[in-house]
């Protein structure tokens, strides 16, 4: 009498035997062909990944491609403070310092925000007392290793403006 697939699996007695599963299976992974390795992303995909980062935090859609190749001469060490007449390129080079940074150190403790937007979440946290409060709100942003304020003194002049 010949012995079907199922009494080899199962073995003699009736119960499962193991070891012609695991022979079984190894077979049929051997039999697959090998799996790609992944291929490295590519500079077009590292800068689409960049630009959603940088849309994600915030930073105006016209300066996506901000790269400190774009001045003359970038100072070496990124800058404090940042200020100069309307349409100078403080923006930009703060911006492109962000990217520089993100690209070198990756996304984590790295911000861009609009002054204004700053201003309206500590505005709301005298509104609505449930959520973080001012204090904590600016305890966030100071443990950023790189933080961009954008537009800080262009806001209109108000008493939280005069506060903060």
């Given at each position: ?7 080899k699996?199962?073995g003699?007695e ?7 599963i695991?022979n079984?299976i190894?077979?049929?992974l051997?039999?697959?062909p090998p799996?790609p ?10 800068d ?7 849309l994600?935090k915030?930073?105006?859609p016209?300066l996506?491609?901000?790269?400190l190749a774009?001045?003359?001469?970038p100072?070496e060490v990124?800058?404090?403070f940042?200020?100069?007449p309307v349409?100078?390129?403080?923006t930009?080079?703060?911006v492109?310092?962000?990217a520089?940074?993100?690209q070198?150190?990756?996304e ?7 002054s204004i937007?700053?201003?309206?979440r500590l ?14 709100i600016i305890s966030?942003?100071s443990r950023?290793?790189f ?7 262009t806001?209109?002049d108000?008493?939280?403006v005069?506060?903060?």
């Amino acid at each position: 009498m010949t012995e079907t697939s199922a009494q080899k699996i199962t073995g003699a007695e009736g119960k499962p035997g193991l070891a012609p599963i695991r022979n079984r299976i190894q077979r049929i992974l051997e039999s697959l062909p090998p799996s790609p390795e992944p291929s490295p992303p590519t500079l077009e995909e590292k800068d689409r990944a960049l630009r959603q980062i940088l849309l994600d935090k915030g930073v105006y859609p016209v300066l996506l491609g901000a790269r400190l190749a774009d001045f003359h001469i970038p100072p070496e060490v990124p800058p404090v403070f940042i200020s100069g007449p309307v349409g100078t390129g403080k923006t930009h080079l703060a911006v492109a310092y962000l990217a520089q940074e993100i690209q070198q150190w990756g996304e984590r403790s790295r911000m861009f925000i609009r002054s204004i937007d700053l201003f309206n979440r500590l505005r709301d946290t005298y509104r609505d007392h449930s959520g973080a409060s001012a204090t904590e709100i600016i305890s966030d942003f100071s443990r950023y290793r790189f933080l961009v304020i954008d537009d800080l003194g262009t806001e209109r002049d108000t008493p939280l403006v005069g506060q903060v």
